[in-house]
């Protein structure tokens, strides 16, 4: 029988009767995830999400959280903003990721570092080994170039527009939408200067686990890699679990693995130092 959803009072029964449907992509409130590492508490689960292909999530992370993302069909494309929380006007700052580590290309115990020399987040772990400093996201107009429409709202969303829903949760605008890095598609720069993309599709599973070096904004849209060769519009869903963790000790890995990258951890040091 076909509710009559013109009368308010059966339009509340109805959406209420809906409360319970699960979606494809969506977060689990609350968090719960079976998964979780070793020494890892269900107490500690701060964030489980689905990130539907296409989609985009956001979250506000304290320092010393973890942040782990799954490729879970092999063609997901996390394409990562990271905000200073507390003063946003500090963000990622791709070019001086690549420069400060002579390095461009991410793994385990790389860092993403801001505009002020800091550290926003450090690569713990890493069984991917395919992500992309150089080419950023794709827009409305390249997406429409390529599918034939662009449209936040239309069949192909492009992820700066999907940067610009996310980042607009936390009071940001259009302007604060900053140059990215693309975590699970890669990209490799030969000696000639040509880039040689790394789109997949991959094993299914791959997944990293970043750290909050400070208390960060992330941003994530999950749109097909801008140079994707495929006619179609290919990427499949993301899963995004963090929980929370201690603080970066000083004997830590990441932080001692360079001399530039030690500076940019005594400089987050000094920032919490008040």
């Not at 995830?33 to 304290?62: H, K």
């Not at 996390?78 to 963000?91: C, G, K, Q, V």
């Not at 030969?190 to 208390?215: H, N, W, Y």
Request: net charge negative.
């Amino acid at each position: 029988m076909t509710t009559n959803l013109a009368d308010p009072m059966a339009a509340r029964d109805h959406a209420r009767a809906m409360a319970g449907t699960r979606a494809d992509a969506m977060p689990v409130l609350p968090p719960a995830a079976d998964d979780l590492p070793e020494g890892v508490s269900a107490n500690d689960l701060v964030w489980e999400e689905m990130i539907a292909a296409g989609g985009y999530a956001t979250r506000r992370l304290s320092r010393g959280s973890r942040l782990r993302l799954i490729d879970l069909e092999g063609d997901a494309c996390a394409s990562l903003l990271i905000y200073n929380a507390d003063m946003p006007t500090e963000r990622l700052n791709v070019a001086d990721t690549v420069k400060v580590q002579w390095n461009a290309y991410l793994g385990e115990n790389k860092l993403l570092l801001s505009d002020m020399g800091r550290v926003l987040m450090s690569i713990l772990y890493d069984e991917a080994g395919t992500h992309d400093t150089f080419c950023g996201t794709s827009n409305a107009a390249t997406n429409e170039a390529k599918y034939g429409e662009g449209r936040n709202s239309g069949a192909f969303p492009n992820g700066r527009d999907r940067f610009l829903l996310g980042s607009a949760k936390h009071g940001l605008q259009r302007r604060d939408v900053h140059p990215c890095v693309n975590l699970f598609k890669g990209t490799r720069i030969e000696k000639d200067g040509t880039i040689t993309p790394q789109i997949g599709p991959f094993d299914s599973g791959r997944s990293m686990i970043l750290r909050a070096e400070m208390d960060v904004i992330v941003v994530i849209a999950n749109c097909p890699h801008v140079m994707d060769p495929r006619d179609e519009y290919a990427v499949t869903r993301l899963r995004a679990t963090a929980w929370r963790g201690p603080v970066t000790p000083q004997d830590d890995a990441a932080r001692n693995a360079s001399p530039e990258g030690l500076r940019a951890f005594e400089n987050v040091e000094d920032y919490y130092r008040r």
